[in-house]
């Protein structure tokens, strides 16, 4: 017997019946990127490891464990260069600006993507790797009026799919100018409670000592003691926080600070923020986030510029609906063509007709009885059915009450069932 094969571990099929939801999101994220003034940018799904490396850090999660890389072919140095599948979207999105000289365009520039993203991680509950996020950036703006814009827009979102109780929260975690004071007194508080930190922290102590304040496993007591970043801020950094969260204010979005909030990419500067369904606040239960990265195009390349951004996971969102009971919307009633005999000429010319009158429309290509199709067209959750005549008579059967309304034009046809 043949071996059966699976899909690959930490990776899913998206049904048919699955999809309306996805649909839903995926369609107010379009719509969304539309109303801010959003327009699209896609990027290749693979990318140089350099890139990634470089941008995101190499003692982030994402580079140091995480990354899903792709052996390249013999040949070229250009074909045997280390690839990676790409773990998020602002670096590829970053080089690509750099890339083709965008920034002589009109600024700032705003962008969004939707696809997938993929990491090497270990599979759990809502964490896959292969995910879908949709993403917007702002390049060419620092001002703290963009990031509460950003914010607002995260919020809106998930309000416009349905989710309740969904809040922001912010921290600040500085600059080139003030960072390295902070770096400094978080060294000198965790090195002495060396003994209760994890390995990975312990490594990661020197090289970004902030990491360690996204350690989950970081004990309660120790992580509540720790320095916080909002009272090393330089007076640029402060004002730029307190302008934020007065603008939060005024725009009436729910928010609270999060001292420990710092982002697991080695890009971010200032603001720094992620969406949760209060009360589900974790690693694992971030609908997703953002922040800037005011030093990222001139890591990679170009010439300063500054930068804001965030990423929403679909499929978080998705799960996060499901647990609150929201129904995604229904598709467009489904209407099935049926008619006796061989005349599939006829049912096709129906069909197309009324396809482009913009209804959704399934034929029935047997040859089976009448009945049968009916039958088919019901299980395969048709609304209506458009039943053949004589000559060009045509009927419309309601499948859910059973009424039918006979010598029916295609026009008419359209018009009902599309009440």
């Not at 990265?293 to 609906?321: C, H, K, N, Q, S």
Request: glycine share 10%; hydrophobic share 40%.
């Amino acid at each position: 017997m043949t071996r059966q094969i699976s899909a690959p571990r930490g990776t899913r099929d998206l049904l048919p019946e699955e999809t309306p939801a996805w649909d839903r999101v995926e369609a107010v994220a379009r719509d969304l990127s539309r109303r801010y003034a959003f327009e699209r940018i896609d990027t290749p799904l693979f990318e140089r490891v350099e890139l990634f490396a470089r941008g995101l850090g190499e003692s982030s999660d994402a580079v140091e464990k995480e990354m899903f890389r792709v052996a390249g072919a013999k040949g070229s140095e250009e074909d045997a260069a280390p690839w990676a599948l790409r773990p998020e979207p602002t670096a590829g999105i970053v080089r690509a600006y750099i890339e083709h000289g965008m920034h002589v365009r009109p600024g700032p520039l705003r962008l969004s993507l939707i696809g997938p993203m993929f990491r090497y991680d270990r599979p759990q509950a809502g964490r896959f790797r292969q995910f879908s996020q949709w993403d917007v950036e702002v390049i060419g703006d620092a001002g703290p009026a963009v990031d509460a814009e950003l914010i607002e827009l995260g919020q809106r979102f998930f309000a416009e799919v349905g989710l309740a109780d969904v809040a922001a929260y912010v921290n600040s975690i500085g600059d080139a100018t003030c960072r390295p004071a902070y770096r400094e007194a978080l060294i000198a508080y965790f090195a002495a409670h060396d003994g209760r930190l994890t390995e990975d922290s312990r490594r990661r102590l020197h090289v970004n000592p902030l990491r360690v304040l996204d350690d989950k496993e970081l004990a309660p007591d120790v992580a509540d003691g720790a320095p916080r970043g909002v009272d090393h801020l330089c007076d640029a950094c402060r004002e730029h926080f307190e302008a934020l969260l007065a603008l939060l204010d005024a725009l009436g979005v729910r928010h609270e600070i999060d001292h420990r909030l710092v982002r697991g990419l080695d890009y971010y500067t200032r603001t720094a923020f992620e969406f949760y369904v209060a009360g589900r606040e974790g690693q694992q239960q971030a609908l997703g986030g953002g922040g800037r990265y005011d030093g990222l195009v001139e890591l990679l390349g170009g010439r300063p510029t500054p930068g804001i951004g965030f990423g929403i996971g679909l499929d978080r969102t998705i799960l996060a609906m499901e647990e609150q009971g929201v129904a995604p919307r229904t598709r467009p009633p489904l209407v099935a063509v049926l008619g006796p005999g061989d005349d599939h000429d006829r049912r096709l010319r129906v069909a197309a007709s009324l396809r482009e009158a913009g209804v959704a429309v399934r034929p029935d290509g047997s040859s089976r009885k009448l009945g049968k199709q009916l039958e088919s067209a019901s299980k395969a959750g048709a609304r209506w059915a458009v039943i053949l005549g004589d000559g060009d008579a045509l009927a419309l059967k309601d499948l859910a009450s059973g009424n039918q309304r006979d010598a029916i034009s295609i026009e008419e046809v359209a018009a009902a069932v599309s009440e």
